[in-house]
Protein backbone atom coordinates (compact mmCIF):
# COMPACT_ATOMS: atom_id res chain seq x y z
CA UNK A 1 0.00 0.00 0.00
CA UNK A 2 2.07 3.12 -1.35
CA UNK A 3 -1.23 5.86 -0.03
CA UNK A 4 -0.44 8.28 2.45
CA UNK A 5 -3.56 7.78 4.15
CA UNK A 6 -5.79 5.10 3.93
CA UNK A 7 -9.86 5.80 3.64
CA UNK A 8 -11.96 2.42 4.07
CA UNK A 9 -15.44 2.86 3.03
CA UNK A 10 -18.44 1.09 4.69
CA UNK A 11 -22.03 0.90 3.47
CA UNK A 12 -24.49 2.72 5.88
CA UNK A 13 -27.21 -0.54 5.69
CA UNK A 14 -24.11 -3.26 6.24
CA UNK A 15 -21.58 -1.38 8.44
CA UNK A 16 -20.58 -4.63 10.29
CA UNK A 17 -20.95 -6.55 7.16
CA UNK A 18 -18.44 -3.74 5.17
CA UNK A 19 -15.55 -4.11 7.68
CA UNK A 20 -12.85 -6.08 6.01
CA UNK A 21 -10.70 -7.16 8.82
CA UNK A 22 -8.14 -8.37 6.42
CA UNK A 23 -7.22 -5.17 5.12
CA UNK A 24 -7.45 -3.51 8.71
CA UNK A 25 -4.79 -5.97 9.45
CA UNK A 26 -2.91 -5.41 6.87
CA UNK A 27 -2.98 -1.48 7.39
CA UNK A 28 -1.69 -1.55 10.80
CA UNK A 29 0.98 -4.26 9.92
CA UNK A 30 2.27 -0.89 7.80
CA UNK A 31 1.01 1.79 10.57
CA UNK A 32 -0.62 3.38 7.98
CA UNK A 33 -2.98 6.14 9.09
CA UNK A 34 -6.59 5.43 8.09
CA UNK A 35 -9.91 6.49 8.73
CA UNK A 36 -13.60 5.17 8.34
CA UNK A 37 -16.38 6.87 5.54
CA UNK A 38 -19.46 5.32 5.86
CA UNK A 39 -21.21 6.05 2.72
CA UNK A 40 -25.26 5.77 1.22
CA UNK A 41 -26.36 7.45 4.27
CA UNK A 42 -28.75 8.91 2.67
CA UNK A 43 -30.13 4.97 2.13
CA UNK A 44 -30.23 4.39 6.13
CA UNK A 45 -32.77 6.64 8.01
CA UNK A 46 -31.70 4.80 11.44
CA UNK A 47 -27.76 4.75 11.48
CA UNK A 48 -26.28 2.69 14.86
CA UNK A 49 -23.18 5.18 15.56
CA UNK A 50 -22.17 2.57 18.41
CA UNK A 51 -21.28 -0.07 16.02
CA UNK A 52 -19.11 2.25 13.64
CA UNK A 53 -15.13 1.89 14.04
CA UNK A 54 -13.90 5.11 15.28
CA UNK A 55 -12.82 7.71 13.54
CA UNK A 56 -15.60 8.16 10.77
CA UNK A 57 -16.84 10.25 8.80
CA UNK A 58 -20.63 10.17 7.38
CA UNK A 59 -21.14 11.03 3.68
CA UNK A 60 -23.63 10.63 0.76
CA UNK A 61 -22.11 11.50 -2.20
CA UNK A 62 -26.03 11.52 -3.72
CA UNK A 63 -27.32 14.18 -1.53
CA UNK A 64 -23.55 15.48 -1.46
CA UNK A 65 -23.57 15.66 2.54
CA UNK A 66 -20.33 15.22 4.32
CA UNK A 67 -17.74 16.27 1.70
CA UNK A 68 -15.81 19.32 3.65
CA UNK A 69 -15.78 16.81 6.77
CA UNK A 70 -14.04 14.48 4.65
CA UNK A 71 -12.03 16.69 3.26
CA UNK A 72 -10.90 18.13 6.63
CA UNK A 73 -10.04 14.74 8.03
CA UNK A 74 -7.64 13.77 5.07
CA UNK A 75 -5.70 17.15 5.19
CA UNK A 76 -6.01 17.15 9.51
CA UNK A 77 -4.59 13.32 9.49
CA UNK A 78 -1.97 14.41 6.48
CA UNK A 79 -0.39 17.23 8.72
CA UNK A 80 -0.47 15.35 12.16
CA UNK A 81 1.45 12.37 10.00
CA UNK A 82 3.69 14.11 7.57
CA UNK A 83 3.88 18.01 8.15
CA UNK A 84 2.15 20.76 6.84
CA UNK A 85 1.55 21.66 2.94
CA UNK A 86 2.52 18.20 1.84
CA UNK A 87 1.01 16.34 -0.93
CA UNK A 88 -0.97 13.50 0.04
CA UNK A 89 -1.48 10.15 -1.54
CA UNK A 90 -4.78 8.98 -0.39
CA UNK A 91 -6.19 5.63 -1.01
CA UNK A 92 -9.64 4.70 -0.97
CA UNK A 93 -10.57 1.18 0.11
CA UNK A 94 -13.47 -1.18 0.47
CA UNK A 95 -15.27 -4.22 -0.30
CA UNK A 96 -16.72 -4.29 -3.90
CA UNK A 97 -19.79 -1.86 -4.87
CA UNK A 98 -19.73 0.09 -1.80
CA UNK A 99 -19.09 3.08 -3.25
CA UNK A 100 -15.69 3.99 -3.37
CA UNK A 101 -16.05 5.69 -6.66
CA UNK A 102 -18.84 7.91 -6.13
CA UNK A 103 -17.05 8.88 -3.00
CA UNK A 104 -13.76 10.43 -5.34
CA UNK A 105 -16.75 12.15 -7.18
CA UNK A 106 -18.32 13.97 -5.06
CA UNK A 107 -14.71 15.37 -3.81
CA UNK A 108 -13.38 16.03 -7.15
CA UNK A 109 -16.84 17.85 -7.29
CA UNK A 110 -17.30 16.03 -11.02
CA UNK A 111 -17.16 12.77 -12.06
CA UNK A 112 -13.92 11.43 -12.73
CA UNK A 113 -14.11 8.07 -10.97
CA UNK A 114 -16.58 5.61 -13.18
CA UNK A 115 -19.45 3.95 -11.17
CA UNK A 116 -21.96 1.84 -11.76
CA UNK A 117 -24.19 -1.19 -9.68
CA UNK A 118 -22.42 -3.82 -11.34
CA UNK A 119 -19.90 -5.38 -8.56
CA UNK A 120 -16.11 -5.66 -10.21
CA UNK A 121 -16.64 -2.12 -12.03
CA UNK A 122 -13.02 -0.90 -11.10
CA UNK A 123 -10.92 -3.09 -12.59
CA UNK A 124 -7.24 -1.11 -11.63
CA UNK A 125 -6.39 1.78 -9.53
CA UNK A 126 -7.04 5.09 -10.91
CA UNK A 127 -5.58 8.11 -9.68
CA UNK A 128 -7.77 11.57 -9.36
CA UNK A 129 -6.15 15.01 -8.35
CA UNK A 130 -9.03 16.58 -6.39
CA UNK A 131 -6.84 19.37 -5.41
CA UNK A 132 -3.04 20.68 -5.18
CA UNK A 133 -2.20 18.77 -1.92
CA UNK A 134 -4.65 15.62 -2.55
CA UNK A 135 -4.56 12.87 -4.98
CA UNK A 136 -6.69 10.32 -4.54
CA UNK A 137 -6.19 6.40 -5.56
CA UNK A 138 -9.72 4.51 -6.79
CA UNK A 139 -8.91 0.58 -6.29
CA UNK A 140 -10.90 -2.02 -7.11
CA UNK A 141 -12.96 -3.88 -4.30
CA UNK A 142 -11.16 -6.27 -2.36
CA UNK A 143 -13.45 -9.50 -0.46
CA UNK A 144 -11.25 -11.05 2.64
CA UNK A 145 -9.66 -14.40 1.25
CA UNK A 146 -11.71 -17.13 1.70
CA UNK A 147 -14.99 -15.31 2.18
CA UNK A 148 -17.77 -17.68 1.16
CA UNK A 149 -21.14 -15.43 2.41
CA UNK A 150 -22.99 -15.61 -0.72
CA UNK A 151 -26.20 -13.69 1.86
CA UNK A 152 -23.64 -11.03 2.74
CA UNK A 153 -22.29 -10.69 -0.88
CA UNK A 154 -25.63 -10.17 -2.77
CA UNK A 155 -26.91 -7.74 0.26
CA UNK A 156 -24.16 -5.64 -0.34
CA UNK A 157 -23.86 -5.90 -3.87
CA UNK A 158 -20.31 -7.46 -4.00
CA UNK A 159 -22.47 -10.01 -6.15
CA UNK A 160 -24.70 -8.07 -8.52
CA UNK A 161 -28.06 -9.01 -9.25
CA UNK A 162 -27.25 -10.30 -12.72
CA UNK A 163 -24.51 -12.90 -11.83
CA UNK A 164 -26.57 -14.33 -9.49
CA UNK A 165 -26.71 -18.08 -10.32
CA UNK A 166 -30.19 -18.96 -8.36
CA UNK A 167 -31.54 -15.99 -7.71
CA UNK A 168 -35.00 -17.95 -6.43
CA UNK A 169 -32.80 -19.26 -3.76
CA UNK A 170 -30.79 -16.34 -3.12
CA UNK A 171 -33.74 -14.06 -2.64
CA UNK A 172 -35.87 -17.03 -0.29
CA UNK A 173 -32.42 -16.31 1.69
CA UNK A 174 -32.73 -12.49 2.21
CA UNK A 175 -36.63 -13.06 2.82
CA UNK A 176 -35.48 -15.29 6.25
CA UNK A 177 -32.82 -12.82 7.06
CA UNK A 178 -35.75 -9.96 6.52
CA UNK A 179 -38.80 -11.44 7.27
CA UNK A 180 -41.84 -9.23 6.00
CA UNK A 181 -39.79 -6.47 4.10
CA UNK A 182 -40.18 -7.42 0.40
CA UNK A 183 -43.80 -8.55 0.85
CA UNK A 184 -44.60 -5.23 2.49
CA UNK A 185 -42.84 -3.03 -0.34
CA UNK A 186 -44.19 -4.79 -2.99
CA UNK A 187 -47.70 -5.07 -0.82
CA UNK A 188 -48.05 -8.93 -1.02
CA UNK A 189 -49.21 -11.14 1.64
CA UNK A 190 -46.80 -13.60 3.57
CA UNK A 191 -46.75 -17.34 2.66
CA UNK A 192 -45.06 -20.35 4.70
CA UNK A 193 -43.62 -21.54 1.48
CA UNK A 194 -41.22 -18.36 0.13
CA UNK A 195 -41.81 -20.04 -3.44
CA UNK A 196 -45.04 -18.43 -3.54
CA UNK A 197 -44.22 -15.28 -2.28
CA UNK A 198 -42.10 -15.10 -5.23
CA UNK A 199 -44.89 -15.97 -7.52
CA UNK A 200 -46.87 -13.65 -6.06
CA UNK A 201 -44.43 -10.46 -7.11
CA UNK A 202 -43.54 -12.05 -10.45
CA UNK A 203 -47.36 -11.81 -11.14
CA UNK A 204 -47.39 -8.39 -9.84
CA UNK A 205 -44.52 -7.07 -11.67
CA UNK A 206 -46.57 -8.81 -14.94
CA UNK A 207 -43.35 -11.20 -15.67
CA UNK A 208 -45.08 -14.22 -17.26
CA UNK A 209 -43.54 -17.31 -18.89
CA UNK A 210 -45.49 -19.15 -21.98
CA UNK A 211 -48.84 -19.97 -20.88
CA UNK A 212 -48.76 -17.51 -18.33
CA UNK A 213 -47.16 -18.96 -15.39
CA UNK A 214 -45.07 -16.82 -13.04
CA UNK A 215 -41.79 -16.46 -14.29
CA UNK A 216 -40.23 -16.68 -10.11
CA UNK A 217 -36.30 -16.67 -11.99
CA UNK A 218 -37.09 -13.32 -13.37
CA UNK A 219 -38.88 -11.70 -10.59
CA UNK A 220 -36.33 -12.78 -7.89
CA UNK A 221 -33.76 -11.38 -10.49
CA UNK A 222 -35.72 -7.69 -10.61
CA UNK A 223 -35.81 -8.12 -6.60
CA UNK A 224 -32.29 -7.92 -6.02
CA UNK A 225 -31.84 -5.62 -8.34
CA UNK A 226 -34.13 -2.81 -6.67
CA UNK A 227 -32.64 -3.33 -3.24
CA UNK A 228 -29.15 -3.53 -4.30
CA UNK A 229 -29.93 0.01 -6.04
CA UNK A 230 -31.51 1.38 -2.80
CA UNK A 231 -34.82 1.61 -3.96
CA UNK A 232 -35.95 -1.42 -1.80
CA UNK A 233 -34.78 -0.73 2.05
CA UNK A 234 -34.51 -3.91 4.50
Keep these: MKSDILVIVLDARFIRETVNSE?????????????????????????????????????????????????????????????????LKVGILGYPNVGKSSIINMLKGRKSASTSIISGHTKSEQNIRTERRILLVDTPGVIPYGERDRLKHLLIGSTDFDRVEDPVDALEGVMKEYPGAIEEYFGVGPEDDRSETIEKIALKMHLLKKGGLPDVQRAARMVIREFQKGKLRL
Design 23 to 87: IIAKIRKQNKPYFYAVTKTDLEDNIDKSIIPKPYVLVSATKHTGKSNLRQRILIIGERKYGKNRS
